[in-house]
């Protein structure tokens, strides 16, 4: 039989399974449609049965409908292949591998789940160890049809001669594949180093670190689901957080989890981790590292003891004939006593209150010849009602918008910041407050405000109604719900100090994944941000680190460009090994700064001709918004436009990256930013510059 005939007739083989798989999963939903039918009844019947019964009614019911849902959702998510591997061991048995587990009626297995421990060694076999299986089978489908396999043999010499082996590359097939603007899930081709990261245990703090492109998000998103499959009701009750950098990353790995049935998780981006805030803009790095810095805990605490912006300055209240009043000084120190007893101000309004009906009695007893007596005072001013309209705007509740808003007025912030930042920060910080809109950096400042306001005072008299939030899961939370089980943090290299304060908040029980890369970091106090996160860790003592060193990402012809520029910050070690030759160099070409419109454009349209999947430009931050002025004639879904931070943690088949010496110059960790921009792209890279050196 000539190779094709055999592949043909392997793919039959298979091709027989999947449809026995797919007819036992039609079976399969009939039943969870009849089971969730089953739980509504249930329910409606409990409407007429006593109150105890009832109640085990309903929960039955819940689980029942859970349950059922779950199996629905699972079977109806989007997904590659639901069989997607093979395994053929040494004493004859099969194991089929996939995205769920499923047992035909009889019970017996016809796909074990791929984070089953059965299916371990589909990912960890290897022809060193190959762990009792001689074939490793990839299949790869669409929709319900097989149209691919691809066989290792791991044991030749225990292969029995009716057992074929066919194709070649599994792996390389997936990377060449073209790109779209949502990342995939790689569960049939997770390599083995990668899987000791997935299939860690949940407890402590795991670390992911590797190069660009060696695939620690699809990791860290994997690992997810595995630890949801292994340990529900850990984590899923108290829910799973998993940040990235940019809402343009969450929105790119937002269909991973939903592939893989999951789709409980909570995905945001550091600019909308605060409910009802969508932050993007992001500040010129300077401006971004005084607010990340520690030091801006000092400022805004001290901005929290400044008299608010529309108190009033001055007292007046007549009492049994006198006016009794205080002026700006003496209410000043009526406000520092309040703070000085460390209570939240959003907690100390009834400490304004007496403290102010004692400044007044101080004033009635320093009249000469006004008898009052001190407990008359206290009761008489305390219930009247001029005197509470004053309380309310003396000590008004803050909120966190409206404190940061107000170091928009510099002299305000001066006061603020005291000696803590130098006049030239407090300008760009105040500058910076009077935008419209809030930075992504802000949002930390917004958090940390949060904790040092504390929540209005809830109120009395009526009922409480606590804000919730719907959770994707369908579960209610809490407005800023801040107790995950587990919480994955990626491009965790970039956090600053403020920013790891934010996410600690949230996960004070939590186990974490952190996922990063230290030679791409754009942060430049390295020290305070490691001091930051060690904190943030606090006292879990199991740690594990796993570091990923081939990059799957770039062809090697672009890698070997990218790694140039970094070479003097970063060790051979650090750099990962990219494993794809393409054959295609990247293009370096020097324009004239007039031409560059044109050329930026040119090359765009002759990437989009060339690869079929997306073309990104990259730009510098300082360029960005007139790059992307250039490029809106140039009218095609697949051409995305984004500036250096932007691309972090996103690909593209294709990449045009303008002027590399401006994401130099304006980091502030030099070229790390352009490290980041020159890995972006799996199959092609044009670099256009107006300085005729580069790269040097
Ligand atoms: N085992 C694998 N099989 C198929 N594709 C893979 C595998 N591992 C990684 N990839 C692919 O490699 C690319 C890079 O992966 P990913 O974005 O997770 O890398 P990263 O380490 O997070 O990169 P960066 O640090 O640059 O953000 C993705 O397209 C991913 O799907």
């Known amino acids: 039989m000539s190779q094709a005939a055999v592949r043909?007739?392997?793919?039959?083989?298979?091709?027989?399974?999947?449809?026995?798989?797919?007819?036992?999963?039609?079976?399969?939903?009939?039943?969870?449609?009849?089971?969730?039918?089953?739980?509504?009844?249930?329910?409606?019947?409990?409407?007429?049965?006593?109150?105890?019964?009832?109640?085990?009614?309903?929960?039955?019911?819940?689980?029942?409908?859970?349950?059922?849902?779950?199996?629905?959702?699972?079977?109806?998510?989007?997904?590659?292949?639901?069989?997607?591997?093979?395994?053929?061991?040494?004493?004859?048995?099969?194991?089929?591998?996939?995205?769920?587990?499923?047992?035909?009626?009889?019970?017996?297995?016809?796909?074990?789940?791929?984070?089953?421990?059965?299916?371990?060694?589909?990912?960890?076999?290897?022809?060193?160890?190959?762990?009792?299986?001689?074939?490793?089978?990839?299949?790869?489908?669409?929709?319900?049809?097989?149209?691919?396999?691809?066989?290792?043999?791991?044991?030749?010499?225990?292969?029995?001669?009716?057992?074929?082996?066919?194709?070649?590359?599994?792996?390389?097939?997936?990377?060449?594949?073209?790109?779209?603007?949502?990342?995939?899930?790689?569960?049939?081709?997770?390599?083995?180093?990668?899987?000791?990261?997935?299939?860690?245990?949940?407890?402590?703090?795991?670390?992911?670190?590797?190069?660009?492109?060696?695939?620690?998000?699809?990791?860290?998103?994997?690992?997810?689901?595995?630890?949801?499959?292994?340990?529900?009701?850990?984590?899923?009750?108290?829910?799973?957080?998993?940040?990235?950098?940019?809402?343009?990353?969450?929105?790119?790995?937002?269909?991973?989890?939903?592939?893989?049935?999951?789709?409980?998780?909570?995905?945001?981006?550091?600019?909308?981790?605060?409910?009802?805030?969508?932050?993007?803009?992001?500040?010129?790095?300077?401006?971004?590292?005084?607010?990340?810095?520690?030091?801006?805990?000092?400022?805004?605490?001290?901005?929290?003891?400044?008299?608010?912006?529309?108190?009033?300055?001055?007292?007046?209240?007549?009492?049994?004939?006198?006016?009794?009043?205080?002026?700006?000084?003496?209410?000043?120190?009526?406000?520092?006593?309040?703070?000085?007893?460390?209570?939240?101000?959003?907690?100390?309004?009834?400490?304004?209150?007496?403290?102010?009906?004692?400044?007044?009695?101080?004033?009635?007893?320093?009249?000469?010849?006004?008898?009052?007596?001190?407990?008359?005072?206290?009761?008489?001013?305390g219930e009247r009602i001029d005197f509470h309209r004053f309380v309310v705007v003396f000590w008004p509740i803050l909120t966190p918008i409206d404190v940061l808003r107000s170091l928009g007025d510099r002299a305000r912030l001066a006061r603020a910041a005291g000696s803590t930042l130098s006049a030239r920060e407090v300008d760009q910080l105040a500058a910076s407050w009077r935008h419209d809109d809030w930075s992504v950096a802000d949002i930390a400042l917004l958090d940390e405000l949060r904790t040092l306001i504390g929540p209005p005072p809830k109120r009395r008299h009526r009922r409480v109604v606590v804000e919730e939030q719907p959770d994707p899961s369908g579960r209610r939370r809490p407005e800023n719900y801040e107790d995950y089980s587990h919480i994955v943090v990626d491009e965790s290299q970039d956090l600053s100090p403020m920013q790891w304060r934010m996410i600690a908040r949230r996960g004070q029980y939590a186990s974490w994944t952190l996922v990063g890369d230290p030679v791409q970091s754009t942060w430049p106090d390295v020290a305070e941000a490691q001091q930051a996160r060690d904190t943030a860790l606090g006292k879990r003592t199991t740690r594990r680190r796993f570091t990923l060193r081939t990059n799957y990402r770039n062809s090697a012809e672009i890698f070997n460009l990218a790694a140039r520029v970094v070479r003097d910050v970063a060790s051979d070690d650090e750099l990962p090994r990219a494993v794809r030759d393409t054959g295609i160099e990247p293009l370096v070409e020097a324009v004239v700064p007039g031409s560059l419109t044109g050329a930026v454009r040119d090359a765009a349209r002759e990437l989009l001709d060339q690869v079929d999947g997306t073309v990104g430009v990259i730009a510098s931050m300082t360029s960005i918004d007139k790059v992307r002025s250039w490029m809106s004639e140039v009218d095609d879904d697949r051409l995305k436009i984004v500036d250096a931070i932007e691309a972090k943690g996103l690909e593209y088949d294709a990449v045009v990256l303008v002027e590399p010496t401006e994401m130099v110059t304006e980091s502030m960790t030099g070229p790390r930013a352009l490290y980041v921009a020159l890995t972006r792209a799996t199959q092609r890279l044009t670099v256009l510059t107006t300085d005729e050196n580069w790269p040097g």
Do not use: C
């Open 8 to 381: 043909q007739a392997e793919i039959a083989i298979e091709q027989k399974h999947v449809d026995v798989v797919y007819a036992r999963l039609a079976d399969m939903r009939v039943e969870a449609e009849e089971m969730r039918d089953r739980g509504d009844r249930l329910a409606h019947g409990a409407g007429t049965e006593a109150v105890f019964e009832q109640a085990s009614m309903l929960y039955e019911r819940d689980v029942m409908v859970r349950h059922a849902n779950r199996i629905l959702q699972a079977l109806d998510s989007e997904h590659e292949g639901l069989v997607f591997g093979r395994l053929d061991d040494n004493t004859g048995e099969t194991l089929y591998v996939g995205r769920l587990g499923i047992r035909d009626a009889e019970f017996e297995n016809l796909v074990t789940d791929w984070r089953a421990p059965a299916a371990a060694a589909f990912y960890q076999a290897t022809a060193e160890q190959p762990m009792g299986v001689v074939r490793r089978r990839v299949i790869r489908s669409t929709g319900q049809q097989v149209i691919e396999i691809d066989d290792d043999l791991l044991m030749p010499d225990a292969q029995p001669d009716t057992m074929q082996v066919v194709g070649e590359g599994a792996l390389m097939a997936s990377l060449n594949r073209a790109r779209s603007d949502q990342m995939r899930d790689i569960v049939a081709t997770i390599q083995k180093e990668q899987d000791e990261a997935i299939r860690a245990p949940w407890r402590g703090v795991t670390e992911i670190t590797g190069g660009p492109g060696t695939g620690k998000t699809a990791v860290a998103l994997h690992r997810v689901a595995y630890l949801l499959y292994r340990d529900r009701k850990r984590m899923g009750s108290a829910g799973v957080l998993v940040l990235g950098p940019s809402t343009a990353f969450t929105s790119y790995i937002s269909r991973v989890l939903p592939s893989m049935g999951e789709d409980s998780v909570e995905l945001r981006s550091l600019g909308n981790l605060l409910d009802g805030i969508e932050a993007t803009r992001i500040d010129p790095a300077p401006i971004a590292a005084i607010k990340g810095s520690l030091r801006m805990r000092r400022v805004l605490k001290k901005a929290l003891r400044d008299t608010p912006p529309d108190a009033p300055t001055e007292m007046r209240i007549t009492y049994r004939g006198e006016v009794l009043k205080l002026d700006e000084q003496e209410l000043a120190k009526v406000r520092r006593q309040v703070h000085s007893l460390g209570r939240l101000p959003n907690r100390s309004r009834v400490d304004a209150a007496e403290a102010l009906l004692e400044a007044l009695w101080h004033k009635a007893e320093s009249y000469d010849g006004y008898d009052v007596s001190k407990k008359d005072l206290l009761i008489d001013l």
